[in-house]
């Protein structure tokens, strides 16, 4: 500490024992190399440690556990479809269901947590507009292609990823209910491959014969 000894009240600064705890614990202690330890490890989201990720779990009201649906397929009847990532399959290919798993929720990990408390920490201040959740994509998924918010009418908007996401970036924007949108407004989240899937060469998608059509396994609601 530079100058403590200004620092201590007039009452005590005649007494000999306080002053000698006080010289000690100045000689113990670095106040800089404290903050700057306090800054990395704890303040800065971005190099914090996970004593620094629960403290801001607590700040941004947002657990480090989620719910992170099962992709395991079961045997059953194809009148069961719904959609590609679900549907039932045939003998000799899925085992039969033994009935719902004990636990799905699974500890995010240091960075996938980090992930999550940004996202909530966003939706925290953002007002919601499609220009302000652009940037907060951009923030968020920065180089790992395109992605963007589409007003869809009808109170509903989408989140489109032009790339695949990991399956704990899917259960964030999907599970977590940290994921920003206007009050009353239903959103979606997206998934499409444009150098697989047909379309219009405006979207940068492909011709007949060299893409797929989009299914609806691409295409979840977010809670």
């Not at 004990?102 to 966003?122: F, G, N």
């Not at 992605?147 to 009418?153: A, F, K, L, Q």
């Amino acid at each position: 500490m530079i100058d403590y000894q200004q620092t201590i009240l007039a009452q005590y600064q005649n007494s000999p024992i306080l002053t000698q705890l006080i010289d000690f614990f100045n000689q113990w202690i670095d106040p800089c190399d404290d903050a700057d330890g306090i800054y990395e490890q704890i303040w800065n989201i971005q190099t914090c440690n996970d004593y620094g990720l629960m403290v801001w779990g607590k700040i941004v009201n947002i657990s480090r556990n989620i719910q992170i649906p099962s992709d395991i397929l079961y045997f059953g009847f194809h009148e069961a479809y719904t959609d590609d990532s679900t549907d039932p399959q045939p003998f000799g290919q899925a085992p039969f269901w033994t009935g719902k798993p004990a636990t799905e929720t699974y500890q995010l990990s240091t960075e996938a947590y980090r992930t999550l408390i940004m996202v909530k920490a966003l939706a925290n201040i953002t007002n919601c507009t499609v220009p302000s959740l652009n940037n907060l994509l951009q923030v968020l998924f920065e180089g790992q292609g395109r992605c963007y918010v589409v007003d869809t009418g009808s109170m509903q908007i989408r989140f489109v990823f032009e790339f695949e996401l990991t399956p704990v970036q899917l259960a964030i924007l999907i599970n977590s209910g940290a994921v920003p949108r206007p009050a009353g407004v239903l959103a979606s989240v997206m998934q499409i491959a444009p150098s697989q899937t047909f379309g219009f060469n405006e979207a940068g998608l492909q011709p007949f014969g060299q893409g797929t059509f989009f299914t609806s396994s691409g295409l979840q609601n977010a809670q």
